[in-house]
């Protein structure tokens, strides 16, 4: 959420002094505002389960996808991929 706080805090900074933020500005703080609807703990908590739930129960569409993208050095196979990858992601 980084780019959208900091375009948010320029468009605040602009609101703070009495000036209305236009142009992409102004987007930029409906978007912030909107971001907040879906930052509770509850909804973060879900999104990381489903992303979880995605990765590592791959349908055969990633499984493609993955076949598509790897490259030379890569493992052969998705899962042996996420196997390496498992604690990093796990722990996030």
Request: net charge positive.
């Amino acid at each position: 959420m980084g780019v959208v706080d900091a375009s948010a805090a320029k468009a605040r900074d602009q609101l703070l002094t009495g000036v209305m933020p236009t142009g992409e500005l102004r987007v930029a703080w409906a978007r912030f505002l909107l971001s907040l609807m879906m930052r509770t703990p509850d909804q973060i908590a879900e999104f990381k389960r489903r992303i979880s739930d995605y990765w590592f129960n791959p349908d055969t569409e990633l499984l493609a996808r993955y076949e598509e993208a790897k490259q030379k050095g890569w493992p052969a196979t998705l899962e042996e991929y996420l196997k390496g990858s498992d604690k990093k992601v796990r722990s996030v």
